[in-house]
């Protein structure tokens, strides 16, 4: 995809595609996005073949726990909530939801992250590239919805940017392995859902520093990361060129709708509700990985 550690080292597509378009022009693209699911699909193969239905959402709903939210509710498991479309944050076994790990002293901060590294993946159960492209599978109403089950009330929206990421993360991520091991008549192991709480952390930090780049850095690594999608679409097979082709266009429009205003240095709903906006932020995150791992093979 290119390094986000080095903006000027962006890869051009070498296809004969059209170049992305900054701005939108005589109603060429309209929203970047479709209403209809498979046309919004992922920019990958394996993603092109799902559809987002509903039911996956209700039924992640189905398998979280009731949050009490800090209040007493002695009937939450005896009435479940029955809305459509509503996404329930969990907190993990043990943890106070007042209580943030940014409050910790600095020097216990570093020390903890010098004892223990968090594999953020949870040993290859999570992929942030599958999160990311299901991201995109998603129209905008079913983003608005998973926006609102997550941040309820002001007080949810006042809080620190990296906690309100870490929380919209988490529930994408259930949202992905949750399909994942549906296609496996399984349920997401409790073990798993716990060590989400800090799995997502770090990829919440990482997309809160990436916000706060100028503008010049957003825009050669979002044209890296388009360019790399592209490629990806190619293909040698003269039956599937037509197919793929579409799926060009999709990611043009995605790209255009994402590059067409400046993205704000805080994390917000506007931002987030574009269709390719965590899928990109996520596929530089996989890049920053992706980049330690290498480093690491190489030492």
Not at 76 to 83: I, L, N, R, T
Not at 212 to 226: G, N, Q, R, V
């Amino acid at each position: 995809m290119g390094s986000l550690c080095s903006p000027e080292r962006v890869e051009t597509s070498t296809h004969d595609t059209p170049g992305p378009r900054r701005k939108l022009k005589n109603g060429q693209i309209e929203n970047g996005h479709h209403s209809d699911v498979d046309q919004s699909a992922s920019m990958t193969e394996e993603s092109q073949t799902d559809t987002v239905h509903a039911s996956d959402i209700e039924h992640m709903n189905s398998l979280s726990d009731v949050e009490n939210e800090g209040k007493s509710n002695p009937d939450a498991h005896a009435q479940p909530q029955k809305a459509p479309f509503q996404i329930v944050v969990t907190p993990a076994a043990n943890h106070n939801p007042d209580q943030d790990d940014t409050d910790a002293p600095i020097e216990d901060t570093l020390s903890n992250k010098k004892k223990q590294k968090i594999d953020t993946t949870l040993g290859g159960v999570v992929s942030w590239k599958k999160v990311a492209d299901f991201s995109a599978l998603l129209p905008r109403d079913v983003k608005l919805k998973l926006w609102n089950g997550v941040f309820k009330t002001e007080t949810d929206l006042t809080q620190p940017e990296i906690k309100r990421l870490s929380k919209l993360l988490r529930t994408f991520v259930m949202l992905q392995l949750t399909r994942e091991y549906k296609k496996r008549d399984e349920t997401v192991p409790n073990e798993i859902k716990q060590q989400l709480q800090t799995a997502v952390r770090e990829p919440a930090k990482f997309i809160a520093g990436l916000l706060k780049k100028d503008s010049a850095f957003m825009e050669k690594a979002f044209l890296s990361i388009y360019n790399s999608i592209v490629d990806g679409l190619h293909t040698d097979d003269d039956s599937k060129k037509q197919k793929a082709a579409k799926k060009i266009n999709v990611a043009q429009e995605n790209y255009a709708e994402l590059s067409n205003e400046t993205l704000q240095s805080e994390f917000n709903q506007n931002d987030f509700l574009k269709t390719a906006f965590l899928q990109y932020v996520l596929y530089a995150y996989q890049i920053k990985l992706d980049a330690e791992a290498n480093k690491k093979q190489s030492t």
